[in-house]
């Protein structure tokens, strides 16, 4: 089965460090729900101006991370989380992030997030 097929497991999101406090009954929902997806170095994984409600979780490799008019903003690598902004403030994407190796993502969609993930960012608010 093609890893795009597959959902994230429970180990690999543990590992992630934002999702540190979450309880495992949580982790294992998200799980459930996170869709994998392999990207080859050069592609795009998601496009700033794009109007996609998809939170992300680097699960490997490495990616670049540019915005429209002020160019390159920095280099994610696993473990890191981008997309949060669309579905947290109901806005377009804010920046563009290309696979500069082959990446394995994790993503769920704006329901999940705001089920699952949305209190972890309540602080930030």
């Known amino acids: 089965m093609s890893p795009r097929h597959v959902p994230a497991s429970v180990t690999e999101l ?3 460090g934002l999702f540190g406090s979450l309880p495992g009954e949580t982790i294992a929902k998200l ?3 996170m869709v994998r997806e392999e990207f080859a170095g050069g592609k795009r994984i998601v496009t700033g101006g ?3 409600d998809r939170f992300y979780v680097l699960l490997s490799g490495m ?3 540019t915005q429209e008019g002020l160019g390159a903003r920095g ?3 696993p473990g890191e989380t981008f997309g949060e902004v ?3 403030l109901g806005v377009e994407r804010t920046a563009t992030v290309t696979a ?3 990446c394995v993502v994790a993503s769920c969609d704006e329901e999940t997030f705001n089920e699952l993930l949305r209190p972890l960012y309540a602080d930030d608010e």
């Open 14 to 16: 543990q590992r992630i």
């Open 31 to 33: 799980a459930e729900r």
């Open 100 to 102: 500069m190796t082959t």
């Open 50 to 52: 794009e109007s996609t």
């Open 63 to 65: 990616a670049g991370v």
């Open 86 to 88: 669309a579905p947290l």
């Open 75 to 77: 280099i994610m690598r």
